[in-house]
Nanobody, 124 residues
Framework: QVQLVESGGGLVQAGGSLRLSCAAS????????VGWFRQAPGKEREFIAT????????KFSDSVKGRFTISRDNTKNTVYLQMNSLKPEDTAVYYC?????????????????WGQGTQVTVSS
C-alpha cells in the first residue's frame, strides 16, 4: 500500500512560480516512476510530467515543456514539480501518482496510486 500527499499549491499571479511536493509512504516507492497530472473543472485529467525511478528520465507535456521541471529525492520519498512562468490556463487541481513500473507513461492507466490533489490557481 502506498499513500501519496501533495502540497505546495496555492494562488499565484501569472508569470509566477510554485513548487509542488508529493510525499509518499512505503519503502518500495523509490523503485517506481511517478507522474503529475492536472484536472481543470469540466475537463479530463491531463498528463503533465513523469520521472523514472532513478530520476534519469523525464517526460513533459507540450503545454508545460520548458516551464516545468520534475525531480525526486528518493531518500525522502518525495517528488517535486517546479512550475515557472505560470499562466492562467495552468489553473487546475494537480495530482501525483505512482506508476506501475520504473518508467512512467503519459496515460492514467499507467498509474495505480493517486494523491488527493492540490489546487493551483493562477490569476491574470
Amino acid at each position: 500500500q502506498v499513500q501519496l500527499v501533495e502540497s505546495g499549491g496555492g494562488l499565484v499571479q501569472a508569470g509566477g512560480s510554485l513548487r509542488l511536493s508529493c510525499a509518499a509512504s512505503g519503502r518500495t516507492f523509490s523503485i517506481y516512476a511517478v507522474g503529475w497530472f492536472r484536472q481543470a473543472p469540466g475537463k479530463e485529467r491531463e498528463f503533465i510530467a513523469t520521472i523514472s525511478w532513478t530520476g534519469g528520465s523525464t517526460k513533459f507535456s507540450d503545454s508545460v515543456k520548458g516551464r516545468f521541471t520534475i525531480s525526486r529525492d528518493n531518500t525522502k520519498n518525495t517528488v517535486y514539480l517546479q512550475m515557472n512562468s505560470l499562466k492562467p490556463e495552468d489553473t487546475a487541481v494537480y495530482y501525483c501518482a505512482k506508476a506501475r513500473s520504473g518508467v512512467g507513461l503519459i496515460t492514467t492507466a499507467g498509474y495505480d496510486y493517486w494523491g488527493q490533489g492540490t489546487q493551483v490557481t493562477v490569476s491574470s
